[in-house]
């Protein structure tokens, strides 16, 4: 196991969003978070990879794991004219430790990663100049040149049109099977759940926030969901996908 949980409390200031929560997560594994805004996603993520203490409970890692984060694009700031290869060598600071120089080795692991994300072709491009999706495309180069155990997405594929989305969720299946990495992903696209993730964290969030985890073929069902989003929710499967569609209300 890399993570593992034991009936941990979540939550700030002593006020618990969610209780008694219990997951174990092995290397390799893709997991889906999702639940309405305000159920504790984020908090979870702080929580498991260590940035917030549990209110209550163990949180157990394996001897030096590490983690990469993804945020979305948006989140880094466009003010700085910093061309792609030096936002992907930020991912390198942590491991030279601060003040330290990086190193040729450090550029060119830059350099690869940027390559196995499909961006390299841009690294003396200014950053704050790129489309959404080649953005998205730098920041998982630069989590990936920190070269950690889990790769952790927020809304990956935010903002994408249909082309773009698929795209980007190739690339982090790719970027799993070559590298053997634990994907966590926070999402609210119920589609990209449904055809890409294995196992699932659904959190209910409200007064009485709680949580279930499984596979998705357990916990993707039209039942679940409409519980979860208080929507008619409808599942249809198209070939070798699953479709999600909110009915409208007459």
Known sequence: MQITTTDISIGYHRQAIIKDFCV???????????????SGKTTLIKTLTGVIPPLGGEVT?????????????????????????????????????????LKKADRDLALHYMQQAGISEHANHQYRLLSGG??????????????????????????MDISGEAEMMQLILELRREFKRTILMITHDLNVIANYVEKLI???????GHFETGTVEELMTEEKIKQIYRQDIRLYSAGNRICVFVDEQE
């Open 61 to 101: 890692h394996a001897p030096g794991l590490t983690f990469g984060y993804v945020p979305q694009e948006s989140q880094l700031d466009n003010i700085f004219p910093l061309t792609v290869l030096e936002v992907v060598l930020m991912g390198r600071v942590p491991r030279a430790g601060l003040g330290h120089r």
């Open 202 to 208: 659904i959190l209910h969030g409200g007064a009485d």
């Open 134 to 159: 080649q953005k998205q495309r730098v920041l998982i180069a630069r989590a990936l040149t920190f070269e950690p155990d889990v790769l952790i997405f927020d809304e990956p594929a935010s903002g």
């Open 24 to 38: 174990s997560i092995c290397q390799g594994e893709f997991w889906g978070i999702v639940g309405p805004n305000g």
